[in-house]
């Protein structure tokens, strides 16, 4: 890029001020650009690289969980959830806390999983003669 006189680049930028320009800058390129089209660097820039890391970790999570929730959905009956299946789904797509909700108040505890009191538990011997 040719270089233009400081007189030049003040009029060609609408008043551009020449005090801000050092001897050894003369190319006021950064200056005319607008400030969207600029690339960031220094703190900026890392931030705005952790902060898209942040965005896109909670979005995977958000993705497993809502997935690991539908899923239990489709292989519980209707009868086995507290409230309209559709609307847990609605509720886990929306956001994470949906599937929070769903796996903390939706589901109904499984009768498979609670043994009455007087049966032994699974895998327990039981000595002869003391039944």
Same mark, same amino acid.
């Given at each position: 890029?040719?270089?233009?006189?400081?007189?030049?680049?003040?009029?060609?930028?609408?008043?551009? #001020?020449? #005090?801000?320009?050092?001897?050894? &800058?003369?190319?006021?390129?950064?200056?005319?650009?607008?400030?969207?089209?600029?690339?960031?660097?220094?703190?900026?820039?890392?931030?705005?690289?952790?902060? &898209?890391?942040?965005?896109?970790?909670? %979005?995977?999570?958000? %993705?497993?969980?809502?997935?690991?929730?539908?899923? #239990? %959905?489709?292989?519980?009956?209707?009868?086995?959830? &507290?409230?309209?299946?559709w609307?847990?789904?609605?509720?886990?797509?929306?956001?994470?806390?949906? /599937?929070?909700?769903?796996?903390?108040?939706?589901?109904k505890? #499984?009768r498979? /999983?609670? %043994?009455?009191?007087?049966?032994?538990?699974?895998?327990?011997?039981?000595?002869?003669?003391?039944?």
């Amino acid at each position: 890029m040719p270089v233009v006189p400081v007189r030049m680049v003040g009029a060609l930028t609408g008043g551009l #001020d020449p #005090d801000r320009l050092t001897p050894d &800058r003369h190319d006021v390129r950064s200056e005319l650009t607008p400030t969207a089209n600029r690339r960031r660097s220094g703190p900026c820039q890392t931030a705005d690289v952790k902060s &898209r890391a942040r965005v896109v970790v909670a %979005l995977v999570v958000h %993705l497993a969980v809502t997935r690991i929730t539908w899923r #239990d %959905l489709d292989r519980r009956a209707a009868s086995e959830v &507290r409230g309209a299946k559709w609307v847990w789904r609605v509720a886990s797509g929306a956001n994470t806390l949906g /599937s929070v909700g769903y796996w903390l108040i939706g589901r109904k505890p #499984d009768r498979s /999983s609670v %043994l009455p009191a007087s049966d032994p538990s699974p895998g327990t011997a039981v000595p002869p003669g003391h039944s």
